[in-house]
Nanobody, 121 residues
Framework: QVQLVESGGGLVQAGGSLRLSCAAS????????MGWFRQAPGKEREFAAR????????VYADSVKGRFTITRDNAKNTVFLQMNSLKPEDTAVYYC??????????????WGQGTQVTVSS
């Protein structure tokens, strides 16, 4: 049974920082690409960041590039998202997911329950 459990969300003032964690079980985590996504109120879920199994391939959405950093610890089956210089527009529920490259695109089979990040102005 696959489980992805996010934590670390909360309320922070603009300019502040948060570090999200996603603990995985039931996956072949050490060989899986993992991703972070977010969904703001009234908007569709959007991609934020992706990291390959060996951390050799990392990509960010333009909206978070230079402020967010994705990392992973394969020994602990955990992926992290360090978020700095937070803005009110970063307010969203943040999800982690496995990222499987098939049919010429990344697809997601498993999602966590999400963690709320709220940035006040």
């Amino acid at each position: 049974q696959v489980q992805l459990v996010e934590s670390g969300g909360g309320l922070v003032q603009a300019g502040g920082s948060l570090r999200l964690s996603c603990a995985a079980s039931g996956l072949t985590f050490r060989v899986d690409t993992m991703g972070w996504f977010r969904q703001a109120p009234g908007k569709e879920r959007e991609f934020a960041a992706r990291i390959s199994w060996d951390s050799g391939y990392i990509v960010y959405a333009d909206s978070v590039k230079g402020r967010f950093t994705i990392t992973r610890d394969n020994a602990k089956n955990t992926v992290f998202l360090q978020m700095n210089s937070l803005k009110p527009e970063d307010t969203a529920v943040y999800y982690c997911a496995d990222e499987l490259f098939r049919n010429d695109k990344y697809e997601n089979d498993y999602w966590g329950q999400g963690t709320q990040v709220t940035v006040s102005s």
